[in-house]
């Protein structure tokens, strides 16, 4: 795993923005695997300053989201359908039919996970992965548990998660209390991950993700196993390092 520290929120971002800006450059029809949550909200805006000013061109390519909640509505101003729209797709000039999010209004879970990852395999893989962290190391919402599962599948939030998450709905009663993610091993399959990490209450899973060993109590330190994972964290973040 590269690491690279940077002063603040806006650098992460930047250099973050600079890196996908990278691979949509090279290769027009890229595969972007996107995350959601407060951490990747500035290297969106980047992006979207890149796409308006220097023309930075997203026709053909394509996405496919982490994780989105279960059961939500698209409408719901929570759901990472509408997060993805509002930071991100309405400002660029993707296609529609190119953007692939975990339908949280499916009837039928499991056939929904099954579609979207047999999907995901279709277009190709993920050419460059983005994530965030929980501050109790899950990525997307594979949460901390005895067993990781591989494929995208319904799970359960952990009460951590329900209480971290619980700032963006008006009542902790809100916080759906499962989702539909990406599976470790879809995770892992990506060609390239880029894991962002800011603020001083992720300091404590940072520490954890570079102790060398992997733990399912802490997911995200499978990803010490992958050949290609840029970490960039902010001094915030790397601060117990
Ligand atoms: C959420 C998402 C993750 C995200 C994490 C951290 O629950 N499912 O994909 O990385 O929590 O969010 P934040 O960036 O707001 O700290």
Not at 34 to 57: I, Q
Not at 230 to 239: G, P, Q, Y
Request: proline fraction near 5%; include cysteine; charged fraction near 20%.
């Amino acid at each position: 795993m590269d690491r690279i520290i940077c002063k603040n929120y806006d650098e992460v971002s930047l250099l973050g923005a600079a890196m996908v800006a990278k691979v949509v450059k090279s290769n027009p029809r890229a595969v972007l695997g996107l995350a959601t949550g407060s951490t990747p909200v500035g290297m969106y805006k980047r992006l979207v300053e890149m796409h308006k000013r220097d023309g930075l061109d997203f026709s053909m390519i394509r996405t496919f989201n982490l994780d989105e909640y279960y059961p939500i509505k698209k409408a719901n101003d929570q759901s990472y359908d509408y997060f993805m729209r509002d930071n991100l797709f309405s400002h660029i000039n993707i296609k529609q039919e190119n953007i692939h999010l975990p339908n949280g209004e499916c009837a039928d879970p499991a056939a929904e996970c099954a579609a979207y990852e047999a999907m995901l395999n279709q277009a190709g893989g993920v050419d460059i992965q983005v994530l965030g962290i929980g501050v109790n190391g899950h990525i997307g919402f594979n949460e901390p548990a005895e067993e990781l599962q591989l494929p995208t599948h319904l799970t359960g939030l952990t009460a951590s998660t329900i209480e971290a998450n619980a700032r963006f709905f008006e009542s902790i009663e809100q916080v759906p209390t499962q989702a539909l993610t990406m599976g470790m091993g879809t995770i892992m399959k990506a060609r390239s991950i880029l894991l962002l990490i800011t603020g001083e209450n992720k300091a404590p899973v940072v520490k954890k993700l570079f102790d060398r060993v992997v733990t399912t109590e802490v997911p995200a330190s499978f990803l010490t196993l992958h050949p290609d994972v840029t970490v960039l964290l902010d001094e915030a973040a790397a601060s117990l390092l």
